[in-house]
């Protein structure tokens, strides 16, 4: 559905994206991860037409995005709250939809958005995650085949977000290809099949969360308050204020061998690796750096 | 029609926007209210923003008091008699616009060619010269009258060719040659007075006036140098004529200011980009954006047009005031595009805009109408556009131009709508703002 063929994109000396390859199959959600400035914005610009690669290219569907025809097929919510404050919730979607000469689902975005109450208010009077997910809705207001979410839940609360959460849910029974661009790793895993980490313009890696997780995620850590060592027994990690702490590809034998062993926990907490530890293996910094 | 649609939706948004409505719709209603108020509007005659003047009437003839009286029939005069000491007092204490006073002896000069013409005095308080002018305009105009009166009555000019004649005979220090002339031209004038009845059944009738057929070329020698605009002779200017054309352009302005903030608006918001990946193409939403200012500076000379004439206004030309609306709507969205590229940022468009849009309006006339302004700013003020769309619009109200004489404006204006959208979207496309 979506083929982005060795793209590069620079603004002056500065190398937004550099030699980008991906491929997205139809009906699949897609996830860009990377820190601000990582790259993820240009390529959803690029992606969706509003501005050409300097080399490689891009097809969606076959078809070059700068193409109006192309466009009629993409919905976008920019990561900046693209919607108009001043008029209301309908007449943003009836304006929208105008410029598509499609006015058929107005109504089902009010739906969706649980905005169907409010439809008559001014967005100005919106809640942050209100106008979040309008501005969801009006991606979606002419049927696109791909969609491109950018940061769609920055500034959100958790109720709205997991309200997000559940409207893209939704599109992704409907069928529709979506590419969806964070720096939120939980939103990741939660909501798409495939990554793309990119860092300073680059892929730095590209797979399944767990494929990823395997190749890069490294071992688990274990953090245990230990009350018994019993004497001989070797502590796999550093004992610090009765808390023992180690990294094991195998945390629960370990622990369990441990047990066996005499040694006594009054708490214990195993945490798995993650796509932070994975973008930290990658790239030696945190993923909100 | 989707270039309409954004249109729709910029003056809808404009609409929402208190402020900038107040700007474009409010303001230039106050401005032409307050203008045409100011400069004696109202509509009730005498007394209301007319002009007072302090008369001293130093020869106390007939002719002296018809001359008053002919200049108090002016609705934008208001005469108070006055001693010559109180006059000059109250012009300098600003209590009144101007001091005239009619000298002695004017009732037997005024008006006859062989005499030096009589010397009105005319006092103005200086921080007043716009109604100076207009009042020099209005004392020529009453003698001007005087004199038509006193020649279309013979029996008020024969006693003065009696009276000359009798000092000619006087003079003893005259040589005989002139004398004899001068016996020769009166007898001459008084047998033509005598037959000026005579002439008028036979000859003058065109125009059922008595002295039509009469030209008497020594009017023009009446001591006020100054003329009222020839155009007014035909259509003498209410207030309103001349406030609400310049408080017009306040409301275009504002279109100006508003729309031209409208891009940078759409690319902070992040709309720009919806709009850009939408099917619409680049020119389409540049033309959208101008055809919004276009339609709101029509919405906003239509009003002004309908308020100015509740008020008294009354447009001379009304295809003539149509066509240079549509105009002006063209060369000001023209100059919209310009000033949309002059920033980057929401702000810095709105001040460099207004920072423009009043120099424009200083110099235009939008602030002090150009015919009351010095003869330097008034040159000047063939650079501003604003003077252009003024011009053009009293043209069509009272200046009751041709439209021949009408079509340099509408050219120039064309002109700079023209170099404004193509210097606009020029700019706009190279900084790939868009």
């Keep these: 559905m979506i083929e982005v063929n ?129 501005n969801i809705a ?90 018994n060592v019993p004497t001989g027994v070797d502590l796999p990690g550093i004992v610090n204020d009765g808390v023992l702490e180690f990294h094991s590809a195998e945390p629960l034998e370990t622990t369990l061998r441990l047990n066996r062993a005499g040694v006594e926990f009054r708490t214990l ?21 | 029609m989707r270039i309409l649609k954004l249109a729709t939706k910029d003056i809808r948004l404009l609409m929402r926007d208190r402020m900038a409505a107040f700007f474009i719709f409010g303001f230039p209603v106050l401005m032409g209210l307050f203008f045409g108020a100011v400069m004696g509007g109202g509509g009730g005659g005498k007394g209301k923003g007319a002009m007072v003047v302090a008369v001293v009437d130093n020869d106390q003839s007939e002719i002296s008091k018809t001359f008053i009286d002919e200049l108090s029939k002016n609705d934008s005069i208001k005469i108070e008699l006055s001693s010559r000491d109180d006059a000059m007092e109250s012009v300098r204490k600003g209590n009144r616009t101007a001091a005239l006073v009619v000298p002695a002896g004017f009732g037997e000069s005024a008006g006859i060619l062989w005499q030096p013409q009589p010397e009105i005095e005319l006092c103005t308080d200086p921080s007043k010269q716009a109604e100076a002018g207009m009042l020099e305009g209005f004392v020529m105009q009453a003698v001007a009258s005087l004199i038509g009166e006193r020649f279309q009555d013979p029996n008020q000019f024969l006693p003065a060719i009696e009276q000359q004649r009798q000092a000619l005979a ?3 220090t005259m040589d005989p040659v002139s004398k004899s002339l001068l016996k020769t031209f009166f007898g001459s004038l008084e047998t033509m007075l005598a037959n000026v009845d005579q002439l008028n059944q036979n000859e003058g009738t065109e125009d059922g006036s008595p002295m039509s057929g009469i030209q008497f070329a020594n009017i023009k020698k009446v001591p006020v140098e100054k003329r009222t605009p020839e155009s007014a002779e035909s259509k003498q200017p209410k207030s309103w004529d001349i406030s ?14 508003g729309f031209s903030t409208s891009l940078a608006r759409e690319r902070s918001m992040g709309t720009m980009v919806r709009l850009r990946a939408s099917p619409l193409a680049q020119w389409e939403i540049v033309a959208g954006k101008a055809l919004a200012c276009f339609m709101a500076t029509i919405a906003v000379i239509a009003m002004m047009v309908a308020l100015g004439m509740f008020m008294g206004m009354s447009p001379a030309n009304y295809l003539q005031l149509a066509t240079v609306a549509l105009v002006i709507g063209f060369s000001f969205a023209g100059l919209m595009m310009v000033f949309s590229v002059l920033g980057k940022s929401e702000q810095s468009v709105a001040g460099v805009g207004w920072a423009l849009n009043m120099v424009m309006a200083m110099f235009g006339g939008a602030m002090i109408p150009a015919m009351f302004m010095p003869e330097t700013f008034r040159k000047l003020s063939v650079l501003s556009p604003v003077r252009w769309a003024i011009y053009s619009i009293e043209g069509a109200v009272w200046r009751d131009f041709s439209w021949g004489e009408q ?28």
């Design chain 1, 6 to 134: 060795c793209v590069s994109k620079s603004y002056g000396d500065f190398k937004a994206v550099e030699g980008l390859d991906l491929v997205v199959q139809r009906g699949e959600t897609f996830a860009l991860l990377g820190p601000n400035g990582a790259g993820k914005s240009t390529t959803i610009g690029m992606l969706v037409g509003l501005m050409r690669p300097d080399s490689g290219s891009i097809r969606i569907d076959q078809r070059d995005p700068m193409l109006p025809t192309t466009r009629t097929m993409i919905g976008v919510a920019p990561q900046a709250l693209a919607v108009y404050e001043e008029l209301t919730a309908l007449e943003n979607l009836r304006f929208f939809a105008s410029l598509y000469n499609d006015h058929s689902r107005i109504d089902w975005c009010l739906e969706f958005s649980g905005l169907k109450s409010r439809a008559n208010h001014r967005v100005s009077t919106f809640s942050g995650g209100m106008k979040r997910r309008l």
């Design chain 1, 138 to 227: 009006i991606a979606v207001v002419n049927s696109p085949q791909v969609l491109l979410l950018d940061e769609p839940t920055v500034g959100v609360d958790p109720q709205s977000r997991n309200h997000i959460f559940d409207c893209i849910s939704q599109l992704q029974d409907d069928g529709m290809t979506i590419i969806y661009t964070t720096h939120y790793m939980e939103e990741v895993e939660r909501l798409c099949k495939r990554v793309a980490i990119m860092d300073h313009g680059k892929l730095m890696a590209i797979g399944t969360v767990d494929e990823l997780l395997e190749r890069h995620g490294g071992d688990s850590k274990v953090s245990a308050e230990i009350s």
């Design chain 1, 269 to 289: 907490n195993v945490r798995r690796p993650d796509l932070e530890s994975v973008f930290l293996s990658l790239t030696g910094r945190n993923l909100r750096d």
């Design chain 2, 170 to 172: 006087d003079d003893t």
């Design chain 2, 244 to 257: 609400f054309p310049q408080a017009m352009l306040w409301g275009v302005l504002g279109c100006v200011a």
């Design chain 2, 407 to 434: 079509l340099p404006n509408l050219l120039t204006l064309l002109a700079i709508g023209i170099v404004g959208s193509v210097i606009g979207t020029v700019i706009l496309s190279k900084r790939k703002e868009l």
